[in-house]
């Protein structure tokens, strides 16, 4: 078993080599490489996951000083098998969908090496021992999200993206550096699994842990694209939509969640959790709101994303592992399965993303259409579905949970409700009605089953699958099944509080479009529309912030200092120099018998000096 553990460590990084020299020769090639490499890391983690007896343990060192060790170790356990199989498996699903949709590319070799670099960067780290393989991961996957993400770096807007992505990131990650160093001056161990331990035995300062835990938590909502630092998730979306699905569902943004999940007893030692829950139910409306006023396909997506996986941390907080983690598992499924979706439309409708450009699409793409009708389901929280399960519990674990019965669970039950509307419009907006661009519907195409429309079936039979094993998944990644009973009335409520949104969406957008654009013409609703639509503005007041306080503020000392301190201490050289030389000018006129008087008296007191200070 080890040996299968360290060649899933090694293949995608391996993978990434090869694929990129040989599909210099031949653009086929790099998509089989990945292919046959994206199916064998499942292959393996699918093996390790049946063969599953005990947690594989590989202590290793990276290296020694004297007494200064410094460890770089592996550990598989369920929770990490779990992680695994989302990785590789919609990473496998994902390298497949994309043989149409970048089949065009003409930096093919440059894509799938990147993509299986970063598969392999959520391997490391998901399957981290200590802090330091942890902080590896966590690096190689913020590198490679920039690489994809400013894939298509000949234009200014995906350039600028991952530029944004790289900046957002890298500030949560100093404070996860931070982290590490505490832990390893407090604690002495940079072990996940003894950290646990250590903190729930008291065996490290409380108020020591509260603070590592904040720290860990920023370099969270980094990752994960919560508030405030959010806005790079956004302009993500101009990376390719496969990129699209392997941040947003099999990797980068789970590793945030992860982290928490798996410093969980740290976190309840630190009682920093209510502080996960604040921040998630924040981030959860935020998402919410926001995603229903966005007029590009995938933008919506990308703020729901945001929505949803602060559900998981919702669940995290409240102080229910089962919940938190099995709703990012869900949720790793449908959104993963909704941006592929949303790739296939993008391809077929000649890459237009604007959702009003949109409509009647079921005509030409109906397995498109039903699989991303699943996927909303799920996402919505509609029984059998997986995601209707974990968004139950998560709301019945605010309700019944003292600290975040209150603000925090109405905000997550809005968040909830409000996730059908969005979706709701996405779909009806895009499938139902007749075209409202009938030149762009007549370019449409009927995607390929194999390479596009079969993957989509997959995880859509995966989602509705899964909803049936929720209590299976909560063990895995918990130790336990649901530690809250769901809240029947509150099921009976949200379910018809679903059917009531998709009813109003499909009027509003479908039948009655009429009535929508005289809503929206109002002042009042012109106003709203536009702080939802800029996402709070959250982003603005981080670069005014950034521009005028942070860098003007510096800038402004730096000038303060060089004009008062560097050019004065220069100038005033100058002005002593003057100064002196006018002083010393005074003792002479240039006529000899002034200088002689001059040295004679200058020769007269020296002697006097002499005499002095012999007398003494």
Known sequence: MQNLALTLLLLPMFGAVIAFILGKINSKLAFWIAEIIGLALFLITLKLFMGFNEPIDIPMTWFTLGNFTIPFGIYIDELSLVMLLIATGLGFLDIHFAHDYMKKDPSQARYYAKVLFFIGGMILLVSAKDMISLFTGWEFMGLASYLLISFWHESKEPADAGMSAFLFTRFGDIFLFGAIGLLFYTSGSLDLVNLNTMATSGMIDKDMIYIISIFIFIAAIGKSGQFPLFPWLMRAMEGPT????????????????????????????GE??????????????????????????????????MSHLSLAFIGLGAGSLAAGMSHLVNHAVFK????????????SASHVKDLWRFGGFSKKMIGVAIFMGLGALSLSGIPPFSGFYSKDAIIATTLLNPQTNGLISTLTIIAGVLSVAYISRVWFLTFAGESRDKELFEKVKTPSFFWITLPLAIMAITTLTLGFFQDDIAKLVSGKVYEEPHVEYVLVSLLSAIVFVAFIIYMYYVKRLDITKKVASQPLMKAIHKVLFNGYYVEFFIHYFSREVVVGAGAKTINWIDTNLVDASVNGVKTLTQKIYRLFGKTHSGYAGDNSGAMIIGLLILLVILISGGAM
Do not use: C, P
Request: charged content about 5%.
């Open 272 to 305: 920093a959790l209510i502080i996960v829950a604040v921040f998630g139910a924040i981030s959860a409306f935020i998402g919410a709101t926001s995603a229903l006023v966005q007029n590009e396909l995938k933008k919506v997506l990308a703020y729901s994303t």
């Open 242 to 269: 496969t990129v699209s699905a392997l941040i947003h569902g099999a990797t980068m943004v789970n590793s945030g969640i992860y982290i928490v999940a798996r410093l969980f007893d740290f976190y309840v030692a």
């Open 336 to 347: 993963a399965l909704l941006f592929l979706s949303a790739g296939a439309i993008i391809m």
